[in-house]
C-alpha cells in the first residue's frame, strides 16, 4: 500500500504563505499524477490542484494565481505553494498520488493530512 504524509501546515494571517510538502513511499514502481485535496468544517473534500508526470498542472478556480502546485519525482514528493491566503482557505490538506506498483495500478491511501487555518 502507498502511504502520503503531508506536512507544512500552520496558522497564518489572510495575506500570508505557506508550503505544502507530501511524499508517497510504499512499493512504487512509477507516480503518474500527484494532487492536493482539502476539506473545510461541514464540507465535503475538494479538488484543489493537480500535476501529471509531464508537468502539465490543473487548478480549482478558488485557487488560479494564488496557489502553485510541483513534484519532485526523483522523491515521490508533491508541493503546494500558497500565496495570498484567505481565511476561505482554512481547511485540512491532503494530497493523494496514483501510479504503478508491483500489485499494478494504485491509488494511495488517504494520509493525515495537515491543518492551514487563516485567520487574524
Known amino acids: 500500500q502507498v502511504q502520503l504524509v503531508e506536512s507544512g501546515g500552520g496558522l497564518v494571517q489572510p495575506g500570508g504563505s505557506l508550503r505544502l510538502s507530501c511524499a508517497a513511499s510504499?512499493?512504487?514502481?512509477?507516480?503518474?499524477?500527484m494532487a492536493w485535496y482539502r476539506q473545510a468544517p461541514g464540507k465535503q473534500r475538494e479538488l484543489v490542484a493537480t500535476?501529471?508526470?509531464?508537468?502539465?498542472?490543473n487548478y480549482a478556480d478558488s485557487v488560479k494565481g494564488r496557489f502553485t502546485i510541483s513534484r519532485d519525482s526523483a522523491e515521490n514528493t508533491v508541493y503546494l505553494q500558497m500565496n495570498s491566503l484567505k481565511p476561505e482557505d482554512t481547511a485540512v490538506y491532503y494530497c493523494?498520488?496514483?501510479?504503478?506498483?508491483?500489485?499494478?495500478?494504485?491509488?494511495?491511501?488517504w494520509g493525515r493530512g495537515t491543518q492551514v487555518t487563516v485567520s487574524s
Open positions: 500535476i501529471n508526470s509531464n508537468g502539465y498542472t
Open positions: 493523494n498520488a496514483d501510479g504503478m506498483g508491483p500489485a499494478g495500478w494504485f491509488r494511495g491511501a
Open positions: 510504499g512499493n512504487i514502481y512509477g507516480v503518474s499524477t
